[in-house]
């Protein structure tokens, strides 16, 4: 790379969350353009918002895609429903997610149906192929790494890398730097977080951001986003998901 990247997402867009979605690409379109921004859609939320082809909300999600902005398939419910085997797994599905591992404990061909789902519907609506796929909480269990070789998305990420699911080559190595806003530890923590990180990662190649719904709710989150973008901002510049890949791996329609 010949140069120091920044890769700013918005995680749960959707129906459930349209005021928030709106209120945080009004907030970090000041430091980023949307040409530079993705959004991680979840196609039904809880079971409860389901984003339908044709609605209002498509048509914003259709007009943001005619604008530049990348969208990832980000799980089919957001929500975990598995029975968890294995202290590793128990620990992440109770400690690192308040119930939304969706993709941890799947089976194999669930995992793989849920992604095909939800690429084909997002890609329906945008009239695009979708830029990867990102798992809630960016939890992946074995069998849906699986599932997710087969199905056939450029890029994928966890919190700490993007790679390949075609190649299983590493594209970016490092921590996302994120918030939490379900409780006044997790806030504190995570300002805490945001504000260390940054200079720490000025020298790395690539520098993630992501921002959730919410996060538009705690002024003093919104506050931090806006400082981490600016301190970021002047070591890297803002780019695309799809700018890591070589130019013969971009993105098609399935």
Avoid at 3 to 20: K, Q
Avoid at 136 to 143: E, H, K, S, V
């Amino acid at each position: 790379m010949s140069m120091r990247r920044l890769l700013l997402s918005v995680h749960d867009v959707g129906p459930r969350f349209e005021t928030e979605v709106d209120r945080l690409v009004d907030h970090v379109s000041r430091h980023v353009a949307l040409e530079h921004l993705a959004m991680l859609v979840v196609p039904n939320h809880w079971g409860e918002h389901p984003l339908i082809a044709g609605s209002p909300f498509a048509s914003c999600l259709r007009g943001w895609s005619d604008r530049g902005v990348s969208l990832f398939a980000h799980g089919w419910y957001h929500r975990d429903d598995s029975r968890h085997v294995g202290t590793a797994s128990q620990f992440k599905a109770r400690h690192m997610t308040a119930g939304e591992g969706e993709f941890l404990g799947l089976d194999h061909a669930t995992a793989l149906q849920r992604m095909t789902d939800g690429r084909a519907l997002i890609e329906d609506i945008s009239g695009r192929p979708v830029a990867g796929f990102v798992a809630p909480a960016w939890l992946y269990g074995a069998p849906a790494l699986v599932a997710l070789e087969q199905a056939g998305f450029a890029l994928a990420e966890d919190h700490m890398k993007i790679w390949s699911p075609q190649t299983g080559a590493t594209l970016a190595r490092g921590p996302v730097i994120t918030w939490a806003s379900r409780s006044r530890a997790r806030i504190a923590s995570s300002l805490a977080v945001a504000r260390l990180l940054p200079p720490l990662l000025q020298f790395a190649p690539v520098v993630r951001i992501a921002v959730h719904p919410g996060d538009a709710h705690v002024p003093a989150l919104m506050l931090s986003i806006d400082d981490a973008l600016r301190r970021v901002r002047r070591s890297h510049v803002p780019a695309r998901y799809s700018d890591l890949l070589p130019a013969s791996s971009t993105p098609c329609a399935s």
